[in-house]
């Protein structure tokens, strides 16, 4: 026999979570989708950065091979990632610019 987890709603908790507080609340509380944006991209282009310095060292004599591929396929992978990322953002803006008014 499966157990189905049941939640108990009353009145006063469906107005509580559909008041506009606690709307704002939860948006005040987490960041905007922009900031996490830029947060990520900050983060892609450090990763970026790493795998530089990690060829540089690899160049120089100095770096581990296995620091080195670590950091190029980190990079590649952020690099594939960002580029998805960006692909569905103009894909979205495309479909919405084709919506009727």
Do not use: C, W
């Amino acid at each position: 026999m499966i157990n189905i987890p049941t939640m108990v709603i009353t009145p006063q908790s469906a107005v509580q979570a559909y008041s506009p507080n606690a709307i704002q609340s939860s948006s005040l509380g987490g960041d905007s989708f922009s900031a996490s944006l830029e947060q990520a991209m900050e983060q892609a282009v450090e990763v970026g950065h790493t795998a530089d310095k990690q060829s540089m060292k690899a160049i120089s004599g100095d770096g581990n091979l296995t620091e080195v591929v670590t950091a190029l396929s980190r990079a590649q992978l952020t690099l594939a990632t960002v580029t998805t990322v960006r692909d569905k953002v103009v894909q979205a803006y495309q479909d919405i610019m084709k919506m009727p008014i």
